[in-house]
């Protein structure tokens, strides 16, 4: 594996389909699902590992981020990543951007209300990343699903090439959702109170229940967090809330275990006639998370 810190010396690696997993390091199970994915369908796999400024609203939860190129260069290099591109700060943005993009309707709901700002960092960076590494396909988790949607909408409207590739949330064997900020998260039980309100929702859907209310409460009833940001089941297309599940959906949450906040959803998918629920991959053994 090359560890580079420039777009230029990424490109010039390897040969055939690119594969990019775009990450902000201290990797886990999830990050290295994408990985698997992407070692599947192309031919060089690229890594990005980028702290980046702009998709923080808290100076502090940007602080506090973990951060250990060492480790996540070991872990990927054992995953099977060809090139690591960690580029420093004045690498991605040599002078104070002038130029940002923003994806309106998608964004205008649930993290964008909550987190303002935040998706504009984030569709400003991933379009740096597919301007400079020209990736054929790129591979995001589904467990930021609403952030899927802004890739994957700007991709399509700025004319990127390739294919945004979205992949199932991976899950602690407790059930919660992998997350760096679960290293800070001081009550677990009440942090499980997400997953278990989305697997009561999951089984209400394969039991027939439609009605997005319905949904919600089952989800609320099940929550022991200390805040709750939102719980809205949206259409995996824009976003945007629904009344009743007639179309691809995903049932999102997010709210605050002290001051840590989490944010997890369930994907429900159209297959022909049947809405299916998709809970993701559960690890069977301790996430290497906490292995330092």
């Given at each position: 594996m090359e560890i580079v810190e420039t777009p230029e010396e990424a490109r010039a690696i390897g040969e055939g389909t690119r594969g990019l997993v775009p990450t902000m390091g201290y990797l886990h199970e999830g990050h290295l699902s994408l990985v698997e994915a992407a070692r599947r369908r192309c031919d060089v796999v690229v890594m990005s590992v980028f702290v980046n400024p702009l998709q923080f609203d808290d100076p502090a939860d940007l602080e506090r981020y973990p951060r250990d190129l060492e480790r996540d260069a070991e872990l990927a290099e054992q995953a099977?990543?060809?090139?690591?591109?960690?580029?420093?700060?004045?690498?991605?943005?040599?002078?104070?951007?002038?130029?940002?993009?923003?994806?309106?309707?998608?964004?205008?709901?649930?993290?964008?209300?909550?987190?303002?700002?935040?998706?504009?960092?984030?569709?400003?960076?991933?379009a740096k990343l597919f301007a400079a590494l020209r990736p054929d396909q790129s591979f995001f988790g589904r467990k930021d699903h609403q952030q899927l949607i802004v890739v994957r909408t700007m991709h399509r409207d700025l004319s990127f090439p390739g294919e945004v590739v979205g992949c199932p949330t991976v899950r602690e064997a407790d059930g919660l959702a992998l997350s760096s900020r679960n290293l800070f998260v001081a009550d677990r039980e009440a942090a499980l109170s997400i997953s278990r309100g989305l697997t009561v929702a999951a089984e209400a859907v394969e039991a027939g229940e439609r009605s997005a209310s319905v949904l919600v409460e089952a989800v609320r009833r099940n929550l022991a967090l200390d805040s709750v940001d939102y719980v809205t089941l949206a259409s995996q297309h824009d976003a945007r809330p629904l009344e009743r599940l007639d179309r691809p959906a995903f049932l999102a949450v997010a709210g605050r275990v002290g001051d840590v906040r989490l944010i997890d959803n369930l994907p429900i998918d159209l297959v022909g006639e049947m809405f299916v629920p998709d809970l993701g991959i559960r690890l069977d053994r301790p996430s290497l998370l906490y292995s330092r």
């Amino acid at each position: 594996m090359e560890i580079v810190e420039t777009p230029e010396e990424a490109r010039a690696i390897g040969e055939g389909t690119r594969g990019l997993v775009p990450t902000m390091g201290y990797l886990h199970e999830g990050h290295l699902s994408l990985v698997e994915a992407a070692r599947r369908r192309c031919d060089v796999v690229v890594m990005s590992v980028f702290v980046n400024p702009l998709q923080f609203d808290d100076p502090a939860d940007l602080e506090r981020y973990p951060r250990d190129l060492e480790r996540d260069a070991e872990l990927a290099e054992q995953a099977g990543v060809d090139v690591l591109f960690a580029p420093p700060l004045e690498v991605m943005y040599p002078v104070e951007p002038v130029t940002t993009v923003e994806v309106r309707g998608v964004t205008e709901t649930m993290e964008g209300l909550h987190r303002p700002g935040h998706f504009q960092g984030v569709a400003t960076v991933v379009a740096k990343l597919f301007a400079a590494l020209r990736p054929d396909q790129s591979f995001f988790g589904r467990k930021d699903h609403q952030q899927l949607i802004v890739v994957r909408t700007m991709h399509r409207d700025l004319s990127f090439p390739g294919e945004v590739v979205g992949c199932p949330t991976v899950r602690e064997a407790d059930g919660l959702a992998l997350s760096s900020r679960n290293l800070f998260v001081a009550d677990r039980e009440a942090a499980l109170s997400i997953s278990r309100g989305l697997t009561v929702a999951a089984e209400a859907v394969e039991a027939g229940e439609r009605s997005a209310s319905v949904l919600v409460e089952a989800v609320r009833r099940n929550l022991a967090l200390d805040s709750v940001d939102y719980v809205t089941l949206a259409s995996q297309h824009d976003a945007r809330p629904l009344e009743r599940l007639d179309r691809p959906a995903f049932l999102a949450v997010a709210g605050r275990v002290g001051d840590v906040r989490l944010i997890d959803n369930l994907p429900i998918d159209l297959v022909g006639e049947m809405f299916v629920p998709d809970l993701g991959i559960r690890l069977d053994r301790p996430s290497l998370l906490y292995s330092r």
